[in-house]
């Protein structure tokens, strides 16, 4: 044993401090670990929400591309929408359909929404991490250190409960002698 588990009273009364403050830490942690999982679940169901509307925004996007391509008869479209930014288009809108513009617009919803999607995947990533983290963190206060700290309140209450039981035999025989 360590010297902080001597069958002392001011041990004991450490050790039980500990075990009380390791008890609430996992509560804590169990807490904390529902209100991660929920979070997570919430997110994953928005994460879910945006990539039905991706798959919606990109059949949009895949027909007025096609009509644009119909329309322009040139083999520039693609070309067009993937160089395209919303500050500046590659093309004047004067000299363009209004299949190109809607073709253009359509896949830049796509790409917005795209974008929403992988933020929250990241999120989810993270909040995987930190369940992970918790569930380690949990598991190792109730497996091994609550545990420790009942064994060493244990073994000192035993000692102490000796010692008081040879102290009163002690006294008891010293009594007799006395008297």
């Known amino acids: 044993m360590d010297s902080n588990a001597l069958p002392t009273k001011r041990n004991l009364l450490t050790i039980k401090q500990h ?44 027909r007025a ?27 004047k809108l004067n000299e363009t359909c209004a299949a190109l513009d809607e073709a253009f617009f359509a896949w830049e919803q796509v790409l917005s929404e795209e974008k929403k999607l992988t933020q929250l995947e990241e999120a989810i990533a993270k909040l995987k991490s930190r369940i992970s983290r918790t569930k380690k963190r949990a598991s190792a206060l109730r497996n091994i250190v609550i545990p420790t700290y009942e064994k060493r309140v244990k073994f000192i209450s035993e000692r102490l409960e000796e010692h008081e039981r040879d102290e009163m035999i002690r006294l008891k025989t010293a009594r007799l002698w006395i008297f």
């Open 19 to 62: 075990l009380i403050l390791a008890r609430k830490g996992h509560d804590l942690l169990d807490i904390k670990l529902n209100v991660l999982m929920r979070e997570k679940k919430r997110v994953e169901k928005i994460a879910n929400e945006i990539r039905e509307e991706l798959r919606r925004l990109y059949s949009i996007a895949e």
């Open 65 to 91: 591309k096609v009509i644009a391509e119909i329309e322009t008869r040139e083999g520039k479209v693609q070309e067009i929408l993937e160089t395209a930014t919303k500050e500046s288009l590659p093309y």
